[in-house]
């Protein structure tokens, strides 16, 4: 094939030497270095990465997979990996399996820092008691759709539901008997009792814990009967493993009021209590981004697997054959934001060419071929030419030998007959260099009875291997 011209695209003249510097000048490191120098968690930075096991990640996530663990080990801290399981009727042991070897695949170890959510279910009942008789929590039993009419909408306040009023004793009683399983889908949810007419939506006495009796948990099996919502589960975890800096995107900003109330209102052992700092998420141009969206192109059966070529999946790359370095250093150069933005799906590939650039040996390919014969060269003759593995600019060493012989084969795109002007490859009348070996002249074309190209005669320059013939200029190499 001919060589390409030099890649003048704006992704290409990214800066690389930039990287680094962009990549630890950002707000979350700032606010990291300022608690430190407040000593404000006694010296400590220990992120997590907290997803669901209800699908496999894909390239979205490895932003923060880097994220959060580049910033522990930056910091010399810790980065634990936390399953937030808490909806027994999505999650399974094989995404468990899947995301711990997609982090581990993208150069990632979190230790003996593995933990579930579901392991805290006993101590995040006992969270939700004290909400209750704090009078801060309350048993509400209208259902899903009353719920949604009583919270209002964002130009009108929400009213309180009638069961808003419920005693102590009564809440406490119901919320037992929801554990034991008394009580079907739908009959009860536990609500925090915050503010109506907030203009926060998830303030207006959000669901704490829904009912889910005929789900089995793929890890607790029937033990439990309820389940806590997402966001009473995800804060409360943060703090029971010390969690320094909570860093979410930021769908996950409105959320941050309701994060902290729930901090605020019960008893911890941590204090200060960790803070939820938001950050734009990696979106990229043309790419699916969506796990729910993802899920059913498997159960579809559009694509093979989670882990098919064509899907954004890590697992999916991996197939593909992208590099662990090479979605590194997409997220690197992404860079952490406040805003939202959509990233061109030049950048991944600009990462994944530079990092191939230093990795891959460079090997040749005839897709669509032509058939040259040299006839100015010996029948009976095999010739050994030296084809290095990399390009001059990389400093590795490596080659292969090419054996050339009288016959052959050209890419079909590197010959025309009447060419356009500027083009530099193989026309009749001109010379082009065959890369690593002599230049070619082409002397006669001969076409099938339909007209078709099939075979180029040629003459070669057996004075040309490795230099430039005299008195002439060849611009093109094939």
Known sequence: MSENKKNTNSVDAVDANTTEEAARSNFIRTMIDEDLESNKYGGRVVTRFPPEPNGYLHIGHSKSICLNFGLAESYNGVCHLRFDDTNPAS?????????KRDVKWLGFDWGDKLFFASDYFER?????????????????SLNEEEIREYRGT??????????RTRSLEENLDLFERMKKGEFEDGDHVLRAKIDLSSPNMKMRDPLL???????????????????????????LSDAMEGITHSLCTLEFENNRELYDWILANVELEVNPPPEQTEFARLKLSYTVMSKRKL??????NHVSGWDDPRMPT???????????????DLAERVGVAKANSVVDFGMLEFSVRNDLNFTAPRV???????????????????????????????PKEGSRMIPLTREVYIERSDFEENPPKGFRRLSPGNEVRLR??????????????????????CSYDPDTLGKAPEGRKVKGAI
């Open 436 to 457: 690593y070996g002599y230049v070619i002249k082409c002397d006669e074309v001969i076409k099938d009875d339909d007209g078709n190209v099939v075979e180029l005669r």
């Open 91 to 99: 999650e399974d042991m094989e995404y468990v399996e899947s995301i």
């Open 364 to 394: 040749l390919c005839v897709m669509d071929p032509i058939k040259v014969v040299l006839e100015n060269y010996p029948e009976d003759k095999v010739e050994e030419l030296e084809a290095p593995y990399y390009p001059e600019e990389i």
């Open 295 to 300: 899920l059913r192109l498997v159960k579809e």
């Open 209 to 235: 814990y829904r009912i889910r009796k005929n789900d089995e948990h793929y890890r607790r099996g029937h033990d439990w009967c309820i389940y806590p919502m997402y966001d009473f589960a995800h804060c």
């Open 314 to 328: 890590v697992a999916g790359m991996r197939r593909r054959g992208y590099s662990p370095e090479a979605i590194r």
């Open 154 to 163: 964002v130009k009108e306040d929400g009213k309180p539901s009638p069961y």
């Open 124 to 140: 995040l009942y006992e969270f939700a008691v004290e909400l209750i008789k704090k009078d801060l929590a309350y048993v509400d």
